[in-house]
């Protein structure tokens, strides 16, 4: 089974910056693409920011400029790099990965359980 956690969400005040974590554990045997969402109270999921397996990356909207997603294969890790964050930044941000697990040789996209981020002075 193929576990993502996410680390690194917190308080910070509007124009400040934070860097979300996910790692991916357990039966890996290949992780694909990879991604960040987001949801705030009372809205829908939104994708803020994507990245392949080789590094293509795209980013929403709303965040292009001021977000960097990045990625470490060795350590099956995807970062976002948030910068000059917007009260309009605040939600529940949830990391996804495309893997292939090693016991079950089937692709399945995971989620991880989400990371609190909240903009506010």
């Known amino acids: 089974q193929v576990q993502l956690v996410e680390s690194g969400g917190g308080l910070v005040q509007p124009g400040g910056s934070l860097r979300l974590s996910c790692a991916a554990s357990?039966?890996?045997?290949?992780?694909?693409?990879m991604a960040w969402y987001r949801q705030a109270p009372g809205n829908e999921r939104e994708l803020v920011a994507y990245?392949?397996?080789?590094?293509?990356?795209r980013y929403a909207d709303s965040v292009k400029g001021r977000f960097t997603i990045s990625r470490d294969n060795a350590k099956n890790t995807v970062y976002l790099q948030m910068n000059s964050l917007k009260p309009e930044d605040t939600a529940s941000y949830l990391c996804?990965?495309?893997?292939?697990?090693?016991?079950?040789?089937?692709?399945?996209?995971?989620w991880g359980p989400g990371t609190l981020v909240t903009v506010s002075s």
């Open positions: 996804t990965a495309d893997a292939l697990s090693r016991t079950t040789n089937a692709w399945r996209k995971i």
């Open positions: 357990g039966s890996i045997r290949v992780i694909n693409d």
């Open positions: 990245i392949t397996s080789g590094g293509s990356t």
